[in-house]
């Protein structure tokens, strides 16, 4: 506390910023009240009396609780890097043919994914998430509504989407995952016939590649039946900004999956999950499903 203080009164910062900035950015895992990083207020509403850091809970018992939590988990990993890829043997890594990612059989593989909506930018389509029948699926569902917002500034709307949080490691370190094992994409839904698209969200090296996203259109059959659908990677094509480009094979390093649907069909739809898990069909060789032109390249 005494460093934190020096700290405090011994910095200068330009453009008059507050010393509770600093305060939350020292402290931050430790406080008790989450709501401090938000600084969101909703148009017309009034202005809180106090500081945010004013409401904050300074608890010490729960920083250690949280320090003791983040140290397990960094000692979990070093195990597992130093077993090998994955936490598995070199041999085991290099023989395995699939993977599951994600499956749904309680609250907490519910928890891992966010679910979002038109509603977000005035719409009013709804989407919610729940366990599926015994516990054995995922159901996502909800009504999809095309009607524009009357805002004088958005054109289209109704849209519904269900997407994995990004996997973080020991003290809130990015965690990266290794798929390059694998060429295709594994998946056991039933659906109600509608369409969906499968995104892969990647977190990319340069700035102007921030809107790239890979994208695939899962048709689904609808009915009573369960049905197995395979993707291969290089069925994925590159969207940036709405425009299809030569597609290179997305960056399997640190990524989100989602899935979306925005058919222009207003009425109910679901979608169930039972896993989600990664591929290696030796058969499948292809390595880019789409028409592909070759660039002008000056002389």
Request: proline content about 4%.
């Amino acid at each position: 506390m005494a460093l934190t203080v020096m700290l405090l009164n011994g910095a200068s910062f330009r453009g008059g910023c507050c010393r509770h900035e600093v305060l939350l950015s020292l402290l931050g895992p430790f406080l008790s009240n989450s709501k401090l990083y938000s600084s969101y207020r909703r148009p017309g509403a009034e202005r809180e009396k106090k500081l945010s850091w004013q409401n904050a809970d300074f608890s010490f018992k729960k920083g250690i609780d949280h320090l003791k939590t983040q140290l397990s988990l960094l000692k979990k990993e070093t195990r597992d890097y130093l077993l090998g890829p994955g936490g598995h043997p070199l041999s085991e890594h290099l023989l395995e043919q699939t993977r599951v990612l994600w499956q749904f059989r309680s609250q907490e593989d519910l928890n891992k994914w966010v679910i979002s909506s038109d509603v977000e930018i005035g719409g009013k389509s709804k989407v919610y998430l729940k366990l599926g029948r015994n516990n054995q699926a995922a159901l996502l569902y909800g009504t999809l509504n095309t009607e524009v917002p009357r805002d004088g500034e958005t054109k289209y709307s109704g849209y519904c989407s269900m997407r994995s949080r990004p996997a973080v490691g020991s003290f809130n370190r990015k965690k990266y995952y290794d798929w390059s094992n694998f060429n295709s994409l594994y998946l056991r839904v039933r659906g109600d016939g509608r369409p969906w698209m499968v995104n892969i969200y990647t977190d990319p090296y340069f700035s102007h590649q921030k809107d790239d996203l890979y994208s695939y259109f899962m048709f689904t059959r609808g009915g009573p039946y369960w049905e197995e659908i395979k993707i291969p990677f290089s069925k994925f094509f590159l969207s940036s900004q709405g425009r299809v480009q030569d597609n290179q094979h997305p960056v399997w390093l640190d990524k989100t999956l989602g899935f979306t649907i925005g058919d222009k069909v207003d009425g109910p739809f679901q979608l169930e999950i039972d896993f989600i898990g990664l591929l290696k069909d030796r058969a499948h060789r292809e390595e880019f499903a789409y028409e592909t032109y070759d660039k002008n390249t000056p002389v």
